[in-house]
């Protein structure tokens, strides 16, 4: 892998991950340096060396001799800090990616509760309307009846008259007459009771009409929010396909870091060879040198110790600058970190607010609809004959609370006042403290409110979700 470059790990100040690359020994350094060891030490022989160019050859082992030493310690300095680094960031995508999974599931949850509330009034409407139809073609047959009625009857009149015509006198002038209030009375009985079922289908119809027109209104603010509820699952969506590219990403680096690893540990083995070579080569130098000249051995002996010292005193030098930056990286690295994590908090309070606001929102709209219906009379009746007779005219269903996701409070305390079961009242009567306590009772559910307004506002609760 000689000319190869190596990614390093750089961290941005918005959090992201970039790599760089390590400059490596290059592979011309590495060829001209073998070549020039292998031509030196093969054209060298115990006979042709003297101490001149024994100590030359030693001064050059030691100092490519520490040229790679530093060049291994760097490069592992550096691939340590790497995966140190992508560990962390690894652990971070693992953290955000549950977190999102988390919320993409309580969306799709959500979603699919508005999905079935939507389908149920769909259903209900189409009933109604069936309903509202039946009722319509059965006024359109009575009011047909009462036409053919009538044309009997002015046909029957015409009869009577053209019979007391032709008779004469005054016995034939009575018999008609009271024939005629005989017909007129049964007319006019059947024609009440005619007109008294016409006008309580039409009020039938007047309130099939207003239910149907609150359904069809409770059914396009359930489909807003259904809207905005897929909004927001587009959004998680996106953001989940992101990381998951960002992870699929991460993971090919660091597939392709492990392969140059194993790269880099069969160059460094095949590097460390070399070395032992040289050094070999070293102590072969060293003792024909010593086998020549004893003073100049020394001489060289205390010179390669001052430049020993020299270059121990660099390493200590490089080793010192390597910790500072280490140091300061580690803080870049936590400031970096506190950043990202206040930026996360921020999002997340921006969205719990977003969703509180749109609960409350969403609660004003409901009051608003109360308020607009004027079922303020209706009400009160409601109330009056659930005073006198103890209890609801009918039974509603039972009704179970759903847990709604979400970490906002405002969504939750529209559904808190529902009861988890409404059933039908216990039986009633008893002493008058039981009837002063059922003062303020609701006539479906028989729940006793503390005031007037308190059970005002539940027993529209109770109306709206019946009909939902």
Known sequence: MNGAHTPNVNITQNGEVSYSAIPTMPSSTHSSNQMSLSQGIGQMSMTDVNLEQALDRIQELHRENNELRDYLKDNNEKMKLQYQNLSEWKEKIRVNNARNKEKFDQTKEVVQTMTREN????AQVSAKATELQQLQRSVVEMDSDLRSKQEALTELRKTVEEMRQSTGGQAGGRSPDFLDAVLVNHDSGETAAIKKENVLLKTQISELENKVKQFRENNDSLMRDLDSYKTVKQELQENNAKLERENTELGQRIEGLLNENKGMKSETRMLRNRVEEVEQQMSRVQASAVSTEEDRKTQAAEMAQT???DLRQRLKQKDEEIAYYKEQQQHHISDLTKQHQQQLQLRN?????EMENF???QFQEMQQRHANQGFQHSLQQHLRVGQQNHGSPYQPPTYTTQSYPGPAAGAGAVYDNRSTNMTMGQS????QEGEELQQFECPKCN??????DTLQIHVLDCIDQDMT
């Open 447 to 452: 729940q006793t409110c503390p005031d007037m």
């Open 359 to 361: 609960s409350k929102r």
């Open 349 to 353: 309070q921006q969205l719990l607010d």
């Open 428 to 431: 009633h009567g008893g002493s």
């Open 119 to 122: 389908a149920e009034l769909k």
């Open 307 to 309: 430049e020993l010292g």
